[in-house]
Nanobody, 119 residues
Framework: QVTLVESGGGLVQTGGSLRLSCVVS????????LGWFRQAPGKQREWVAW???????DYVDSVKGRFTISRDNAKSTVFLQMNNLKPEDTAVYYC?????????????WGQGTQVIVSS
């Protein structure tokens, strides 16, 4: 059993920065990749970034050069450093983990943390 708990959201002005954290508890070694999704009001949830077990990282084009995903294995935590934030980054951000046995086992999800970027 794996649980994900996000923190770090808030209200920030355009051009500002936030760092989201996601603490992973449970069998972290059974997770192939950890990442972040976001869902803006009235829109579908979209993938933002992954960090794979081996360390490789992927980003959606809209955040490349502004967001950085990282992990601290000792603390079982994955981070999303968000710089130069824009109003279109406003969304609920969700931490997600893909298990080794996917799709037999479903993806893990956190409860979400709200990010609001004011113009």
């Amino acid at each position: 059993q794996v649980t994900l708990v996000e923190s770090g959201g808030g209200l920030v002005q355009t051009g500002g920065s936030l760092r989201l954290s996601c603490v992973v508890s449970g069998s972290i070694n059974s997770i192939l990749r950890l990442g972040w999704f976001r869902q803006a009001p009235g829109k579908q949830r979209e993938w933002v970034a992954w960090i794979h077990r081996g360390g490789a990282m992927d980003y959606v084009d809209s955040v490349k050069g502004r967001f950085t995903i990282s992990r601290d294995n000792a603390k079982s935590t994955v981070f999303l450093q968000m710089n130069n934030l824009k109003p279109e980054d406003t969304a609920v951000y969700y931490c997600s983990g893909r298990p080794e046995r996917w799709p037999i086992e479903s993806d893990y999800w956190g409860q979400g943390t709200q990010v609001i970027v004011s113009s």
